[in-house]
């Protein structure tokens, strides 16, 4: 069987295990266990040269059964939910080895019948950008982000891919482990990442002391309820092991890799576990995730940086908001860079929420690139109903970021009714609904007050008119191109206006507000509304142009 499926990749198992024998029920109709199952797999980069992958260790899988409505695989280190039978997944360890994989195809009614195989795949995982981000190609030492909200936080580890890379159920404020006896070891860690001999290795240095989880605080020969600071020598150097991470993270939002340190070695935070996943590494910051050992529908996140927590200091990094990560500078013609941009169409619900006037469309009449510049134009016409068109572009499943300088150059529309805005939405409005999800609208204009540019948030509480927002003028916003910019921090969100050095409006970010987690990007030109106010009844048409938009990290 071995040798069938090593050398042809596909395995058919027509092996039905009837777990039990149900009357029919004329609800669900036959409860007959699933039957009759196939099971296929492709190892990713298999050829000739290659017959057993290309080193990624992927292997795509394939069920199928009659009377199946879904399955679900089960594997040594875990499992995944496959409903329509296919699911790729990702073995970890380094070299040609056979793992034994099982599969559940479930009926209605919740009958279900199982089977076994096995596959042999090769993987050869590295990270060698990972390494050098770790050690700067030496040796380098990460401290708790300890200003950062939700620096050490735990979410939900079910399956839910929108919830399950982020620290949904809680999240601590700035500092607050600190100043308590129970808790104040945990700034005090030194975590050394350095290369010896070609190997990663590690070092935790705890000042002898170690936070503890309340699940494991026999571990650290303590007792009682409640996380604590215990005794616990953390001495000695651990072999770190990169592989591909094997969670449900979405893949935008994971570096995709993952480290396990030898020895039960971890990051600071005694959780019994020693694999983490990186979801961020940078050149002085770091985030991971870790399923919690002994349970696993809990994972805890911790964010390190390469500067010490120093409590009382202004957190805020606005200065050094200054390498781009990302822009478009709109400098290739005819319709926006796909890669970065899709439209909503349409009318939406109730004029999008704000009783709009416009339709929404992708034609080049209403949405281009020419010249250099975004052009994003409000005609005055009928179309499907409406009476005026536009177009509004999302970064959506596209760019999302959490964080940093956020700079457009633009040149506004102008007459009564006008209602252009550049602003930003949280990626999970769909899970977490507005205002809920958090809004920052970085500009907002309307014809009907010209040259007035608006900074609002929205949030719970302060959401539509209502919201926490600022004003201020500048001159000729519709005949001149401004630079309008936003530093978002976890301490603090500000807007300006070209050179302007103190902003306009500023808000206090807190761990008690949306704005830390990934927003994406809305470019749109609105007609009328409940902000853009009365049209002017002899606008024609007008344009919003967009030199560049810049996002810094």
């Keep these: 069987m071995k040798n069938l499926l090593k050398n042809f990749g596909r395995l058919l198992?027509?092996?039905?295990?009837?777990?039990?024998?149900?009357?029919?029920?004329?609800?669900?109709?036959?409860l007959d266990a699933p039957k009759n199952i196939t099971l296929e797999y492709e190892i990713v980069g298999k050829s000739t040269a290659n017959p057993d992958g290309d080193g990624s260790g992927k292997v795509i899988l394939k069920a199928k059964a009659d009377n199946a409505v879904s399955f679900k695989y089960i594997f040594s280190d875990g499992s995944a939910n496959a409903p329509g039978g296919v699911y790729t997944k990702a073995f970890t360890k380094n070299?040609?080895?056979?793992?034994?994989?099982?599969?559940?195809?479930?009926?209605?009614?919740?009958?279900?019948?199982?089977?076994?195989?096995?596959?042999?795949?090769?993987?050869?995982?590295?990270?060698?950008?990972?390494?050098?981000?770790?050690?700067?190609?030496?040796?380098?030492?990460?401290?708790?982000?300890?200003?950062?909200?939700?620096?050490?936080?735990?979410?939900?580890?079910?399956?839910?891919i929108t919830k399950n890379f982020y620290p949904n159920y809680y999240a601590a404020a700035p500092f607050?482990?600190?100043?308590?006896?129970?808790?104040?070891?945990?700034?005090?860690?030194?975590?050394?990442?350095?290369?010896?001999?070609?190997?990663?290795?590690?070092?935790?240095?705890n000042g002898g002391k170690t936070f503890f989880n309340a699940d494991f605080l026999s571990v650290g020969n303590g007792s009682g309820s409640g996380d604590q600071c215990l005794s616990y020598s953390t001495s000695g150097v651990k072999t770190v092991t990169l592989s591909p991470s094997e969670s449900l993270v979405p893949a935008d939002k994971t570096r995709g890799t993952s480290m396990t340190f030898s020895d039960n070695g971890f990051m600071g935070y005694y959780i019994g576990q020693s694999t983490y996943e990186i979801l961020e590494l940078t050149e002085n910051k770091m985030v991971v995730r870790a399923v919690m050992g002994g349970n696993p529908a809990l994972a805890w996140y911790h964010t390190f940086s390469t500067q010490p927590p120093v409590q009382g200091e202004n957190p805020d990094p606005t200065e050094d908001y200054t390498n781009i990560i990302w822009q478009d500078e709109f400098n290739v013609q005819g319709a926006p860079n796909p890669a970065n941009w899709s439209y909503n169409l349409g009318r939406g619900d109730n004029g999008w929420g704000n009783n709009e006037a416009q339709y929404y469309t992708d034609r080049p009449e209403n949405v281009k690139v020419e010249g250099g510049m975004l052009k994003i134009t409000a005609k005055k016409e009928e179309f499907n109903g409406a009476f005026y068109t536009s177009a509004r572009l999302v970064s959506e499943n596209k760019v999302a970021f959490k964080y940093g300088k956020i700079e457009f150059k633009a040149k506004l529309p102008a007459g009564g009714g006008t209602w252009p805005a550049v602003w930003m939405l949280g990626a999970n409005y769909q899970t977490n609904p507005w205002p809920a999800c958090g809004e920052i609208d970085m500009m907002e204009h309307k014809g009907n007050e010209q040259n007035k540019i608006h900074g609002t948030l929205h949030y719970p509480g302060r959401s539509a008119g209502n919201a926490n927002t600022g004003s201020t003028i500048i001159a000729n916003a519709s005949s001149e191109f401004h630079v309008y910019k936003v530093i978002w921090s976890p301490t603090k969100i500000s807007f300006y206006v070209d050179d302007q050095t103190t902003p306009y409006h500023s808000v206090d970010n807190s761990s008690t507000l949306p704005f830390n987690a990934n927003f994406f990007l809305i470019m749109n030109f609105a007609m009328g509304g409940t902000f853009g106010g009365n049209i002017d009844p002899a606008f024609t048409t007008s344009t919003m142009e967009v030199d560049y938009i810049r996002v810094y990290q």
Excluded at 181 to 199: D, Q
């Design 13 to 30: 198992l027509l092996l039905v295990l009837v777990t039990s024998c149900q009357d029919d029920d004329k609800t669900f109709g036959s």
């Design 95 to 160: 070299g040609l080895n056979t793992y034994t994989v099982t599969v559940v195809a479930t009926g209605k009614g919740g009958t279900a019948s199982n089977t076994s195989f096995e596959v042999t795949v090769f993987s050869n995982f590295n990270d060698d950008e990972a390494i050098t981000l770790l050690t700067s190609g030496d040796s380098k030492i990460w401290y708790w982000a300890a200003a950062v909200p939700g620096h050490l936080g735990v979410g939900q580890n079910d399956g839910d």
């Design 176 to 205: 607050e482990k600190a100043g308590s006896p129970t808790s104040s070891c945990l700034y005090e860690n030194k975590l050394r990442f350095f290369v010896e001999g070609g190997v990663l290795k590690y070092q935790l240095d």
